[in-house]
């Protein structure tokens, strides 16, 4: 029987608890560590950040930090718990913090990576993400440039390790209202997802959301309706009908829906939106999507359908 991806995660958190319960009874017979290691609770918290249990991760992830300090474990495990604490700030709205946390990683990396190693990208990549996510956009792309120039030193233009660069790239475009350049990024990225990835892949469907949203910028309804079909679909195959991490699609088919003046299920969707927000811990996710969904709705008392 294929394993969803809630019970692929509940599995993995599962062989982890495990793995901290062998310790324990190890030291029963034998004097062993009775504690995991910190990237043992690394592995946890990537779990529930996966879907999106932020809360869960939390604790978890600060006590990997805390430990790796305590025990003077070796600088590229302490650089990987501060980046680790940066995503999951970064998820959890905490950008300050998230801010903090990634550059002190990247300090750290810089002392024990040569220059151009790939981890620097990535991180870049991350403090890319919490630079456009405090809407700091020129930072965030001078930032995401310079972990393209990595990258491309050792990887190929049409190596799918790029996608993700790609698609940041062309998110930072849209915010800065360059769409056709941002339309360009989204092309050069699905050629490589779709041959890497596949249809049904939960990152594919993650990114035809996004191009969705840019088709609505640019009123192509019909395309963006027909990729956000798709998106929502594997969506929620893979989290659930209610999950937050579906909310931003569910937002974007709203607006279509708007544009074709089905304006029920417009709203409907906007509050399905917000309630599977209002159960998360992201409290700036939430003000962003009502703030959206309020936009959406003064459309809808202004605005008549121009022939969709």
């Known amino acids: 029987m294929k394993m969803t991806y809630k019970s692929k995660a509940i599995f993995l958190v599962l062989v982890c608890s495990l793995v901290l319960n062998a310790g324990i009874a190890d030291g029963k017979s034998r004097q062993t560590k009775k504690h995991p290691s910190s990237k043992t609770l690394r592995s946890m918290a990537r779990v529930y950040m996966a879907y999106g249990e932020y809360t869960k991760a939390q604790p978890l992830a600060e006590k990997a930090l805390t430990l790796a300090r305590a025990e003077g474990t070796a600088d590229s495990e302490i650089a990987m718990c501060f980046i680790d604490l940066a995503v999951l700030y970064n998820y959890q709205g905490k950008l300050v913090d998230a801010e903090e946390m990634c550059k002190s990683g990247l300090n750290l990396q810089k002392k024990t990576l040569y220059k151009n190693h790939p981890y620097l990208a990535y991180t870049l990549r991350t403090l890319s993400s919490i630079y456009y996510e405090q809407g700091e956009y020129s930072k965030a792309k001078s930032t995401l440039d310079e972990a393209v120039v990595i990258m491309l030193d050792i990887h190929s233009t049409d190596d799918k390790a790029m996608a993700p660069f790609f698609v940041d790239m062309a998110k930072i475009l849209v915010a800065q209202d360059n769409l056709e350049q941002a339309e360009s990024c989204y092309q050069k990225a699905m050629l490589l997802i779709d041959t890497s990835y596949g249809p049904n892949h939960l990152y594919t469907a993650n990114v035809l959301a996004d191009i969705a949203e840019l088709y609505t910028l640019q009123e192509r309804y019909v395309e963006a309706e027909e990729l956000i079909n798709r998106a929502i679909a594997v969506q929620e195959k893979t989290y659930g009908s209610n999950h937050h991490l579906v909310s931003s699609s569910w937002l974007t088919k709203a607006k279509i829906c ?21 159960k998360s811990d992201n409290a700036t996710a939430l003000a962003k999507f009502q703030k959206a969904a309020k936009d959406i709705r003064v459309r809808q008392v202004t605005y008549k359908p121009q022939g969709y």
């Open 258 to 278: 708007q544009e074709k003046g089905n304006f029920i299920q417009a709203e409907q969707l906007i509050n399905k939106s917000l309630a599977a927000l209002e």
